[in-house]
């Protein structure tokens, strides 16, 4: 994709969603895309703010509706390659650097539970009781708090993958959800939910 300029359009967004859908692999933002974006709905919030219309709060509407699909296409395809990065493919995915630090942290709870069944399938001691105390709710932090958690979604979530191998999702912004506590736990550092009481 071509160089953005500073000033981010809703006709920008619509080519990047295009971009993003034709391809399994994430398509190459610019780096300053993300700055862009922040200042477009900076600067079209404070106009509705200021002189409030139908026509721009539908419009703005739109331009949200956009980034969320962008971004939940982006975070779907962040997730299949962590998969693959934590079994020993090289990372060449093209993560803008504001997604790299939940990419890789993704990829580090990944690779450590790749490690655990490695250490399980090779029959190491320790490994099985580890294995089966996280299955029944306990390790991985869960000695302290134990069990799910509730926690209230921030931005869309399609189904995805967890790495206990279920399916989570999908979850709209609002929803509520119980969760293990490594799911909640990944979903609040990335802030995409926060837990409720």
């Not at 509730?150 to 929803?175: C, N, Q």
Request: aromatic share 6%; hydrophobic share 35%; charged share 40%.
């Amino acid at each position: 994709m071509g160089e953005l300029t500073s000033e981010m359009t809703y006709e920008r967004l619509r080519k990047v969603q295009a971009d993003e859908r034709e391809g399994s692999a994430l398509s190459r933002l610019p780096e300053e895309f993300y700055s862009s974006v922040r200042e477009m709905i900076s600067e079209r919030r404070e106009k509705l703010n200021r002189n409030f219309s139908l026509a721009d709060a539908k419009e703005f509407e739109n331009v949200l509706k956009v980034l969320r699909d962008i971004f939940a296409m982006r975070e779907q395809k962040m997730m299949l390659r962590a998969v693959a990065v934590a079994s020993g493919a090289r990372d060449g995915s093209a993560l803008s650097p504001e997604e790299k630090t939940s990419f890789d942290k993704i990829v580090e709870v990944l690779e450590e539970r790749k490690r655990e069944l490695d250490e399980l399938f090779e029959g190491r001691k320790g490994a099985a009781e580890k294995t089966d105390r996280e299955e029944n709710g306990a390790g991985m932090g869960a000695e302290k708090k134990g069990g799910p958690l509730s926690v209230k979604l921030l931005v869309p979530m399609p189904e995805y993958m967890g790495a206990d191998g279920r399916k989570y999702g999908p979850f709209k912004p609002g929803e509520k959800a119980e969760l293990p506590e490594l799911e909640a736990n990944l979903l609040v550092r990335r802030r995409a939910a926060e837990v409720v009481g």
